[in-house]
């Protein structure tokens, strides 16, 4: 089985996937395990202990079909070799910020149409589940984005825009788990897990379900003075509430300063790289930020091994990405 944690540079990973075999061959341990082990199991139907066909493909007894290792991944059709796919994770996973298409066309000598065909394939696999359900204390919080009212002219712009409206942004609604994990020395050390998606707006109809779904019950959700968010102990949740109208930031440990850290960092992402999000792709760029926020603590190897096995679809929870590499 290949050793994920032997690519900490792109220097090693280009050298051991020198050639397209070598990729595929490791797909296929991947995703089917090797030697006498090995199971191959039909993309189409299901059936285990599919045989090899001639070509390097394979063969399902049971509904006739070959399949090559790409089926179900990704790469699925993919005219490019695949070492291109595997720097691309490998360097959009690696920069803080993201990478734009312009910067991996160059990178890995593809047209910009295509590094952005890519970027926009890989952040599926950021799709954030609601397999992290979130417990303990859990803040929760929303912001408007996108709005590019800041670039007209003055008697362009909208009036009474400004802030919370949703004429010209977007609302985003976020939930942010404190918890702790175990460091190298054992000691445990606090972390912060998010959640984050669109919404159409901030109505207590809107927000409520997604907490009910991400927000294990009887969980504190701790929220501003929003009229949305009346009700949440009926729903089972302790329910504090940090009154921004009246100056108070912070009382306690009842604030929402960690998620508010997070949309900053979303922020400086899509000024930073790409400038211009659509309301159309703007959830995949959240997911992309999510996922950034949440492997903060994993290393570069630890999180191109966890995209490289969402891209052939076995997927992880966040909290196990920290925990032991794949290498088994
Ligand atoms: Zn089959």
């Known amino acids: 089985m290949i050793d994920f944690s032997n690519f900490d540079d792109i220097i090693s990973l280009t050298t051991y996937f020198s050639n397209n075999n070598v990729c595929k061959q490791a797909i296929i341990e991947s995703r089917w ?26 063969h399902c007894t049971a509904c006739n079909k070959n399949f090559s ?3 179900g991944t990704i790469f699925e059709n993919t005219k490019l070799p695949l070492i291109k796919w595997f720097v691309g994770m490998y360097l959009i996973s690696s920069h803080k910020k993201g990478i734009s298409s312009h910067q991996l066309s160059r990178d890995i000598h593809v047209t910009q149409a295509t590094a952005w065909y890519m970027l926009q394939k890989i952040r599926l696999l950021y799709a954030q589940s609601d397999a992290d359900v979130f417990d303990g204390t859990v803040e929760c919080d929303e912001v408007y984005i996108g709005g590019k009212q800041k670039w007209k002219h003055q008697s362009m712009r909208t009036p009474h825009t400004q802030g919370r409206s949703t004429a010209t942004k977007t609302p985003v609604f976020g939930m942010m788990e404190r918890s702790t994990i ?7 050390e ?5 959640h984050a998606f669109v919404v159409g707006n901030t109505n207590k109809d809107t927000l409520q379900p997604v907490i009910q779904q991400f ?3 009887g969980s504190r959700v701790i929220t501003d003075e929003l009229n949305a968010y009346n009700g949440l102990s009926e729903l089972g949740y302790t329910h504090a509430v940090v009154s ?22 979303f922020r400086r992402m899509i000024t930073g790289c790409y400038h211009d999000v659509s309301d159309e792709h703007l959830q995949q760029y959240i997911d992309e930020a999510v996922y950034r926020w949440n492997t903060r603590k994993a290393s570069q190897t630890e999180r191109f091994s966890d995209m490289f096995n969402k891209s052939i ?4 929870r966040w909290s196990e990405i920290r925990v032991g590499l794949m290498v088994a």
């Open 69 to 71: 290792c790409l089926v």
């Open 33 to 58: 395990g090797v030697g006498e082990e090995q199971d191959v199991v039909c993309p189409y139907c299901g059936k285990h202990h599919c045989n090899h066909s001639k070509s390097g493909r394979f």
């Open 190 to 194: 606090p972390i912060t897990y998010v």
């Open 244 to 265: 921004h109208g009246a100056e108070e930031y912070a009382n306690g440990d009842v604030f929402t300063n960690s998620i508010e850290g997070f949309w900053s960092h």
């Open 215 to 217: 927000v294990e019950d």
């Open 313 to 316: 679809g076995l997927v992880k």
């Open 182 to 188: 175990e460091n190298e020395e054992g000691e445990e």
